[in-house]
């Protein structure tokens, strides 16, 4: 049996994340597909999701997914609308989030392709969304739940392990074995890796042994850890309502809405914020926060009402959300998507971006192209709904609270493979960032030069097992 890779994303850039492995055994082939993400960003990478695969989706007999979040898992309504219809394995928790996670996602593409019909901006007559709800309808029923730390056969001779990888609820680390003739191999898929130490998710599980390593890098350049975030924390909600305006917070859906509200509630209990309303602008945010409960096994919160606090407010419907804008002060506001390329916080920024008294707060990475990493970077306006928003509320950012693991936190898990695997990759990063993280696991781990494939470059990773 032969087995190669090609990278169909993931490769010099954060998003985008789909892998496909072929095993041939003599003039037999079978494919599996690890990951199925968008590509989000720069405008450049946004065509991609566009463009022809260079396999057929109906050649793909399994797919795999490591975790829910949209750059590992938003192409697959496309997938199976283009003719993929094997089994799509993952953890029991990412199926239920697939199910609110690409029903969202294909609603604001109707939505904006609309909107951008209505208003005339588009350049494409009509402008049409990538997939629908009713193509999001034909996915669910190929997603199978599998329990972490159980093999499960993926394909003939090939069966896969899901690992926890903290980072969200039911990400995993995704270990490969691939049962030749002669010898076993074992490919090890890092996916997403959480932080150590976080106070809602259990640490990554410890890897010993890989023949093939995918390793993320989306912080392989720099560290994250900051002495005590809660304070930092306190210390912006502090200022921005004490300049007596309105603090809005660009919260991913899954995970980092979920930490914020974890963090305030303790800030209110011990009285080192003032008490104002906090409103959960995000349907989907407010629809994984009811998720957490049901699996209490894989986090740290336990059982209960572990997010509800006095003041806290679920914005459901759009007509309330449209009334915060009448907010003037004292109000935290906690809307998505967290790099401000969809949803309702660019309508809250649309609004809040040119009053001064106001605070907008980024706790995520903002990958190139986004309107977060803009925002990050000083622009001076914002073109949003084919209209150019001057800013002049405050921007802040927080990076103790993304959760990936750092430069430190990744080599700290790399550290745990009792010798170097045969061939590592480094996925999932943008360019500066994978190139950092490689040279760290030379000087640092004394591994051979890591690999950092492009996009569409194919490797043959096992002749002849």
Same mark, same amino acid.
């Given at each position: 049996m032969n087995v190669s890779i090609q990278f169909l994303g993931a490769a010099q850039t954060v998003t985008g994340s789909k892998y496909v492995l072929t095993f041939s055994h003599g003039p037999l082939q079978q494919q599996l597909m690890v990951d199925c993400g968008l590509f989000q960003g720069l405008k450049e990478l946004r065509l991609r999701n566009w463009d022809t695969l260079p396999i057929s989706p109906s050649q793909v007999d399994t797919l795999v997914l490591t975790h829910a979040h949209i750059d590992h898992s938003g192409y697959l309504p496309r997938l199976v609308k283009e003719g993929f219809?094997?089994?799509?394995?993952?953890?029991?928790?990412?199926?239920?989030?697939?199910?609110?996670?690409?029903?969202?996602?294909?609603?604001?593409?109707?939505?904006?392709?609309?909107f951008a019909n209505a208003k005339g901006y588009s350049k494409h007559h009509p402008a049409l969304p990538l997939y629908t709800t009713e193509d999001v309808q034909q996915v669910l029923p190929l997603l199978v739940s599998c329990p972490y730390n159980m093999p499960v056969q993926a394909l003939n001779q090939v069966s896969v392990l899901f690992r926890e990888a903290g980072?969200?609820?039911g990400a995993a680390i995704v270990e490969t074995l691939v049962q030749g003739e002669q010898q076993e191999k074992?490919?090890?898929?890092?996916?997403?890796?959480?932080?150590?130490?976080? +106070?809602?998710?259990f640490d990554p599980t410890a890897i010993t042994q890989a023949d093939v390593l995918l390793v993320e890098s989306t912080y392989g350049d720099r560290n994250n850890r900051v002495p005590d975030p809660e304070e930092e924390l306190a210390a912006v909600v502090n200022q921005a309502l004490g300049r007596g305006g309105v603090l809005v917070i660009a919260a991913f859906?899954?995970?980092?809405?979920?930490?914020?509200?974890?963090?305030?509630?303790?800030?209110?209990?011990?009285?080192?914020? +003032?008490?104002?309303?906090?409103y959960v602008d995000s349907p989907m945010g407010i629809r994984v926060s009811g998720l957490y409960p049901r699996y209490p096994g894989q986090h740290?919160?336990?059982?209960?009402?572990?997010?509800?606090?006095?003041?806290?407010?679920?914005?459901?419907?759009? +007509?309330?959300?449209?009334?915060?804008?009448?907010?003037?002060?004292?109000?935290?506001?906690?809307?998505?998507?967290?790099?401000?390329?969809?949803?309702?916080?660019?309508?809250?920024l649309h609004h809040r971006l040119p009053r001064p008294q106001d605070t907008v707060l980024l706790i995520g990475f903002q990958a190139e192209g986004t309107r977060g990493r803009r925002l990050l970077e000083g622009e001076p306006q914002i073109k949003m709904y084919g209209d150019m928003v001057p800013v002049l509320c405050q921007v802040q950012q927080l990076n103790g609270?993304?959760?990936?693991?750092?430069?430190?936190?990744?080599?700290?898990?790399?550290?745990?493979?009792?010798?170097a695997p045969k061939r590592t990759f480094i996925v999932h990063g943008e360019p500066l960032s994978s190139a950092a993280l490689a040279q760290g696991i030379q000087d640092q781990l004394g591994w051979p030069a890591p690999i950092q494939p492009r996009y569409l470059e194919t490797y043959s990773l096992f002749e002849g097992i």
């Open positions: 219809r094997g089994r799509i394995l993952c953890t029991e928790a990412t199926r239920d989030l697939l199910e609110i996670m690409l029903l969202d996602s294909a609603k604001l593409q109707e939505e904006e392709a609309a980072h969200i609820l074992k490919l090890v898929f890092s996916g997403d890796l959480g932080r150590y130490d976080d +106070p809602v998710m859906a899954v995970g980092r809405t979920q930490t914020m509200l974890y963090y305030l509630k303790r800030l209110r209990q011990q009285n080192r914020v +003032p008490h104002v309303p906090v740290r919160l336990g059982h209960g009402n572990i997010f509800d606090f006095d003041g806290l407010r679920f914005v459901t419907d759009v +007509p309330e959300s449209k009334s915060l804008n009448l907010l003037e002060q004292g109000a935290i506001i906690i809307s998505a998507s967290g790099m401000c390329t969809g949803g309702r916080i660019v309508h809250h609270f993304s959760a990936h693991a750092d430069r430190d936190e990744l080599l700290r898990w790399l550290g745990n493979f009792e010798q």
